[in-house]
């Protein structure tokens, strides 16, 4: 009944040897750091909700969109939202604009509408807009948006 626990209790010696002439080390535990100050009670750790977004603040640039085409990425947006629709921040207002689908050229006029997040965050295309484009649902396309003429 020793043998055994004598070769358990040598394990240890035989790895650090080990660990010696391979040169592999095998990570220590870590020890908990003796600051001196109590920690909080876990009731005092509660996290700080993040303010709600403002819809009605616009952060999009009001000349983001170009009479050359401005290009973005759009997924499907509402399947609910009956219409042609686009809601980009590319714009601040709703407006009237065209989008064309770069892999086919196909086009269709559509009711831009402001998407209040970053200029650079992708768009949100309406279901009628995915099907009169010939747009694959269930992934991103790539778009160019331009105002209406």
């Given at each position: 009944?020793?043998?055994?626990?004598?070769?358990?209790?040598?394990?240890?010696?035989?790895?650090?040897?080990?660990?010696?002439?391979?040169?592999?080390?095998?990570?220590?535990?870590?020890?908990?750091?003796?600051?001196?100050?109590?920690?909080?009670?876990?009731?005092?750790?509660?996290?700080?909700?993040?303010?709600?977004?403002?819809?009605?603040?616009?952060?999009?640039?009001?000349?983001?969109?170009?009479?050359?085409?401005?290009?973005?990425?759009?997924?499907?947006?509402?399947?609910?939202?009956?219409?042609?629709?686009?809601?980009?921040?590319?714009?601040?207002?709703?407006?009237?604009?065209?989008?064309?689908?770069?892999?086919?050229?196909?086009?269709v006029q559509v009711t831009l509408l402001p998407l209040n997040t970053a200029p650079t965050a992708g768009s949100r295309l309406s279901l009628d807009a995915m099907r009169?484009?010939?747009?694959?649902?269930?992934?991103?396309?790539?778009?160019?948006?331009?105002?209406?003429?």
């Amino acid at each position: 009944m020793l043998i055994p626990l004598l070769a358990l209790t040598s394990c240890d010696s035989v790895s650090d040897a080990a660990q010696e002439v391979t040169g592999f080390l095998r990570p220590k535990p870590a020890e908990p750091m003796a600051t001196g100050l109590p920690l909080p009670a876990p009731e005092a750790l509660v996290e700080t909700p993040l303010p709600e977004a403002d819809p009605t603040q616009v952060t999009a640039d009001p000349d983001a969109l170009s009479a050359a085409g401005s290009p973005t990425v759009a997924g499907l947006g509402d399947p609910a939202k009956p219409g042609l629709w686009l809601e980009t921040p590319l714009v601040n207002a709703a407006r009237p604009g065209r989008v064309v689908l770069d892999s086919s050229g196909a086009s269709v006029q559509v009711t831009l509408l402001p998407l209040n997040t970053a200029p650079t965050a992708g768009s949100r295309l309406s279901l009628d807009a995915m099907r009169a484009l010939g747009a694959p649902l269930t992934e991103l396309v790539e778009l160019t948006v331009y105002p209406a003429s």
